[in-house]
């Protein structure tokens, strides 16, 4: 008995398809893409599921790390302000203190001033009394003399005008 297989033969004139060449490719590729869903497709999509994650973590960590930069540069900001405010109030402040150390300094020196100008004219009228009282003592010996030298002469109005004028020059030259 012969079979015929012509029917098998598609197209025989042109080099045809026959077709258990045809199911066997497609049994071949069947069992090439069960193959490849089990063995590779699988731990292909979980590295593609893995690196998808990975990468959405990254995004997410550089999102946290960005707005963790930006409240670093806010608060780093204000801490600027905030220490440049106190500079200035340290400023202020030492101003103030040289101002009122200026004024304690003026005021000093005004009373240093004074008690020297007190104790200056205290000086002054100490020796005023002094030469005040050696003139008086001079005048007093004058006046003894001038009696003495009028008692043992009696002498006229221009005689005793002389004799004052001469004592006045010898008490002038004895200064």
């Known amino acids: 008995m012969l079979i015929d297989a012509s029917w098998l033969i598609i ?11 045809m199911f066997f490719a497609l049994a071949s590729f069947l069992i090439l893409l069960y193959l490849l869903k089990r063995f590779a497709w699988g731990p292909l999509m979980n590295k593609m599921e893995e690196r998808e994650n990975h990468i959405a973590n990254e995004i997410d960590t550089a999102e946290k790390n960005r707005i963790d930069a930006e409240k670093a540069s806010t608060e780093a900001n204000e801490q600027l302000k905030a220490t440049r405010q106190e500079a ?3 400023i202020e402040e030492a101003k103030k203190a040289g101002q009122q150390q200026e004024k304690t300094i003026i005021e000093a ?12 004219e205290e000086d002054i009228a100490r020796e005023k009394e002094k030469a005040i009282e050696a003139l008086q003592a001079q005048v007093a010996t004058l006046s003894v003399q001038i009696a003495t030298k009028v008692i043992e002469k009696e002498i006229n109005a221009q005689d005793q005008e002389q004799l004052i004028n001469d004592y006045i020059k010898q008490v002038g030259e004895e200064r």
């Open 109 to 120: 020196a005004h009373e240093a001033a004074a008690r020297m100008k007190k104790s200056a």
């Open 88 to 90: 200035m109030t340290i």
């Open 11 to 21: 197209g025989a004139e042109v080099g045809g398809f026959r077709a258990g060449d």
